[in-house]
């Protein structure tokens, strides 16, 4: 059977979520847990990669098996056995076709600013920017980023397809905090982050539209050089 599991965490305590060698993943702590409840050995396909210290709020990822694993209560018994910095919210059975990576539409990111004073205990969950923002100004220049484009200045992909399509860019203000949410048929490597590295440059002056246009019409790998952190991203929805 194929199943499609939905989880959340926390990813302060992860180098990411793809498996790497001697560092603690998302990845491979799903794969540990799900050998240990199944007693085989199962492969595991992510709806995409997250970066170290990048969250995530509905991550997918989808596996087969031959074990019936509504029955057993799965959720219960993975939750168990992880970490609680990962939580599984849901598990259902799908096609056997499906591919969490392969039959994702788009996703939605979201990235949270602190604009105002230094938050010390919240420090992995967002970006102490600490800086105001004016919010009418990103909101406008961003508008260029929106459609096809190249996005090859915008990440340090290896990729040789870098051309994506970002459907809509907001902006939420809260009181101290910005949330910049950015939905897209799918993400480069530091893509998002990179953009709103980007974004913050124009609010420093330190670039406008026309340098967007200009890494949008010349792509360069990573030449946007500025990079927001990870702590300040989270993966929140996946459409399917």
């Known amino acids: ?3 499609k599991v939905t989880l959340a965490y926390d ?3 992860f180098h990411g979520w793809a498996i790497q060698p001697n560092v603690v993943t998302v990845q491979q702590t799903i794969i540990n847990a799900l050998n240990k409840i199944l007693k085989e050995q ?10 170290a210290y990048v969250h995530a709020i509905n991550q997918v990822f989808s596996f087969k098996t031959k074990q019936d694993l509504i029955n057993m209560d799965f959720k219960k018994a993975m939750n168990d056995q992880l970490p609680n910095s990962i939580r599984i919210k849901s598990i259902q059975v799908v096609d056997d076709k499906f591919n969490a990576q392969h039959y994702a539409l788009n996703k939605t990111y979201k990235y949270v600013i ?3 004073s230094y938050d010390l205990f919240n420090n992995d969950y967002l970006y102490n920017y600490n800086k105001k923002i004016n919010v009418s100004l990103l909101r406008k220049v961003s508008k260029v980023l929106l459609g096809k484009h190249d996005f090859l200045s915008f990440s340090t992909s290896e990729l040789k397809d870098t051309i994506r399509t970002i459907n809509s860019i ?8 910005l949330i910049i949410r950015i939905n897209g048929n799918g993400f480069l490597r530091n893509q998002v982050r990179m953009i709103v590295g980007s974004l913050l440059d124009i609010n420093e ?3 406008d539209i026309n ?6 019409s010349n792509p360069k790998k990573g030449s ?8 300040g991203l989270y993966l929140e929805k996946i459409n399917y």
Not at 211 to 216: D, N, V
């Open 224 to 231: 946007c050089i500025r990079k927001a952190p990870g702590c």
């Open 11 to 13: 990813g302060s305590k």
């Open 42 to 51: 199962v492969k595991i396909v992510g709806a995409g990669r997250t970066d």
């Open 205 to 207: 002056n330190k670039k």
């Open 1 to 3: 059977m194929n199943y």
């Open 211 to 216: 340098s967007l246009r200009a890494l949008l």
């Open 170 to 177: 907001t902006f939420t203000k809260n009181k101290n905090l």
């Open 114 to 116: 602190k604009t105002g």
